[in-house]
């Protein structure tokens, strides 16, 4: 609710933060949003909601609670009740998906359609599945609620306006209501009485009325965005995907994330090597030539003029300094590739740790058991891993020796990376450790450290064999190796 | 030398090429994919194929696949295979297969012209051209490292410097001493590490390589 109406303001105060902006800090002649709201169109759109809402209200408190009543009773008479009940728990279901679009286009509101209805094969099925439609139960409840919601933005907004409208407009009507007796029952007064027997026919009551109503036509926005932002939380939880379908989608587009994340890192790294890095090669490989070229021009010219000669030496020396220049550009840009994508990740991680450990400073030995292969984003995260813990190894463990086992052990992979030195390695917030394990959780991964001071140190990263955890039914074809590690066309 | 290019960028393609030519060798066909190649040298086999290890359609290792289809079909043509990187296993397995020449460089090695051309001078002769890169990760993974540990760490620069490829009289000069102190260093060697010394150059590369592979 706090959030939703935080929301609310931020949202109401973004459409004259830009304003400000252009006008800079030095003009503050910007009016405060709360005095602006009711020129709005979203203020009429929502009045015209809230009135709306009361007959809706009506209309579907009274259609639940008759067809769940009736369709109850009929239970104990005859069998009809239960399909009843069913039929009309999937109409139900029906109006609160159409409530629900009307509602986001009307309000612009942005809440998700809930899982559409799987009814099992045959009449029974049918009827056990639309029975056990968790979303139907819930639109019914929401239009249980939605009556008391209805009247309240209903009462709400009418009073609201109508005070308004009347306080702002009284001095110039009133003398045309209709003719009444005052208390000694002689004058004939035109005016609204007060129940203490007042008038209100003063010019400071005029002017009283007049304040009222602007007070309540600048609240009544407000007061009913308030009771709006209620039945937006209440859409949202029984109109709106259930928190299980919800976090299905959530997995579903964060693995597509880590997938997308690791093909594009590939096409980076690909891009650097067959583009900058192959011209970088060629131009070193000229250089190189042109070196060659002119140290054999002046072997022949041996005995020509000294000032020729000394430009040929400059140039050598230009040549030469360029020539080194390009030849550390290809190694930069080569360390820079492989810590983008290791390219030998391509030929399976086995592979690739084989490599990684070949450079490491203390002697590793790597024991792998995968099959099946994980998907390229979980290798490549299983990479880095073993190559974060192998470099741990070599600053701080001093130990003599490491190992590294990889395998999967029913549907996950398990990176084990030991050594047998001082122990003491621990989870520190902002530690490498630490951001090891943030990396591992963009695909529900563990990471768990045992190291006792003294050691040894063992430290375990357990991933899912794909960043999905329940992956799509496509059917996987036995060259794989080539269809997900191809080129990205 | 009649030589064949597998490069697919078509800069580098050229430039090696254009190198080649220089230098005074024949460049026979120059080709862009692992299937072009082995149809190239089985329509015309060249005396070696320079060979990029990355080429379409997969841009993994096309390259290496080609050469090893080679090794076993043309075992005559020496191959020398390139890479932006240094990869154990690559390597490994090129040398497992001990036929003609064979090669395997970082591409960095290009822009040194006069040594390029050495490196491939030496391979189409049947030798062995191994960046040093290689040498360095083919001795850090060697599963006999304890044996290893009692080289002395000149004969360690020794032993790095003859998987290499190059000659006696090459490591003398690079390790600035002695043809004969390069012999006695290489004999010793070979007695810690329990190999008998044989009389050709390529025979003891492999002997010592095989050694490091474990």
């Known amino acids: 609710m706090l959030d939703t109406m935080n929301e609310m303001n931020d949202s109401a105060f973004a459409t004259t933060v830009p304003r400000a902006r252009r006008e800079g800090p030095a003009v503050a002649r910007r009016v405060p949003v709360f005095f602006t709201a009711l020129g709005g169109r979203r203020a009429w759109l929502e009045l015209a909601y809230a009135l709306v809402a009361l007959p809706v209200g009506i209309g579907g408190f009274v259609f639940t609670v008759v067809t769940v009543s009736v369709s109850g009773g009929m239970v104990a008479v005859a069998l009809v009740g239960i399909p009843t009940l069913a039929a009309t728990g999937l109409a139900s279901r029906w109006l609160g998906y159409h409530w629900r679009l009307a509602a986001n286009s009307w309000l612009g509101w942005a809440i998700d359609a809930p899982e559409p209805f799987r009814g099992d094969p045959g009449f029974l099925g049918w009827i056990r599945s639309c029975l056990a439609d968790g979303t139907a139960w819930r639109s019914r409840l929401y239009f249980v609620l939605k009556l008391p919601l209805g009247i309240a933005s209903f009462v709400t907004a009418t009073v609201l306006y109508a005070i308004g409208a009347w306080g702002l407009t009284y001095w110039f009507w009133y003398r045309w209501l209709p003719c009444r007796a005052d208390s000694e029952g002689v004058h004939c007064q035109r005016n609204t009485g007060l129940w203490n027997g007042a008038h209100l026919d003063s010019v400071p009551t005029m002017l009283l009325l007049v304040l009222i109503g602007i007070v309540a036509l600048l609240i009544a926005p407000w007061a009913v965005r308030a009771i709006l932002a209620l039945d937006r939380l209440a859409m949202q939880a029984l109109l709106g995907p259930s928190s299980a379908s919800r976090v299905a989608e959530l997995e579903h587009s964060r693995a597509h994330a880590v997938d997308d994340a690791a093909a594009t890192l590939r096409r980076i790294e690909r891009d650097l090597h067959d583009g900058t890095q192959a011209r970088l090669v060629a131009l070193a490989m000229n250089i190189g030539l042109a070196k060659e070229k002119i140290a054999e021009g002046t072997a022949e010219s041996a005995g020509s003029t000294g000032s020729d000669d000394a430009a040929r030496t400059d140039a050598l020396t230009l040549l030469d300094r360029a020539h080194a220049t390009a030849k550390d550009a290809i190694a930069e840009v080569r360390d820079l590739a492989r810590g983008i994508h290791p390219p030998v990740l391509d030929a399976g991680l086995d592979v690739a740790l084989g490599t990684l450990a070949a450079h490491s400073a203390v002697p590793v030995r790597v024991h792998t058991a995968i099959d099946p292969r994980p998907t390229p984003s979980i290798e490549t995260i299983a990479y880095f891993c073993a190559a974060e813990l192998m470099t741990n190894i070599a600053k701080h463990s001093h130990a003599g020796h490491g190992t590294v086992d990889v395998r999967t052990v029913g549907d996950r992979l398990r990176l084990q990376v030991a050594d047998d030195g001082v122990g003491g390695a621990s989870m520190r917030a902002g530690g490498g450790l630490a951001g090891l394990r943030e990396r591992i959780r963009t695909v529900d991964g563990r990471l768990t450290v045992d190291s006792p001071p003294g050691g040894p140190t063992t430290i375990t990263v357990e991933l899912p064999l794909a960043a999905e955890s329940t992956p799509r039914q496509d059917p996987q074809p036995a060259d794989r190796g080539s269809v997900d590690r191809g080129p990205v066309a | ?214």
Not at chain 2, 2 to 13: F, K, T
Not at chain 2, 62 to 74: D, K
């Open chain 2, 1 to 214: 030398m009649r030589i064949m290019i597998a490069e697919d960028s078509a800069i580098l393609r050229d430039g090696l090429a254009y190198l080649l030519a220089d230098r005074g060798h024949t460049v026979t066909a120059a080709v862009a994919t692992g299937d072009e190649l082995r149809a190239a040298v089985a329509a015309d086999p060249p005396d070696i194929c320079v060979i990029d290890i990355r080429m379409p359609p997969t841009f993994t290792d096309e390259g290496l696949r080609a050469a090893l289809a080679l090794q076993r079909s043309h075992p005559a043509v020496a191959l020398l295979v390139f890479s932006q990187y240094v990869e154990t296993r690559y390597a490994t397995e090129l040398l497992a297969n001990p036929g003609g020449g064979v090669g395997y460089l970082l591409k960095d090695r290009v822009a040194d012209v006069r040594e390029f051309v050495e490196a491939l001078e030496r391979v189409a002769g049947g030798g062995t051209a191994l960046d040093p890169e290689v040498v360095t990760q083919l001795l850090g993974a060697s599963r006999r490292r304890d044996e290893l540990a009692m080289l002395t760490p000149r004969e360690t620069e020794v032993l790095a410097a003859l998987a290499e490829g190059l000659s006696n009289a090459g490591i003398a000069a690079q390790l600035v001493v002695t043809e004969r102190a390069v012999e006695k260093h290489i004999a010793n060697i070979f007695a810690k590490l329990g190999l008998a010394a044989s009389e050709t150059e390529n025979r003891r590369v492999m002997a010592a390589l095989r050694y490091l592979q474990g």
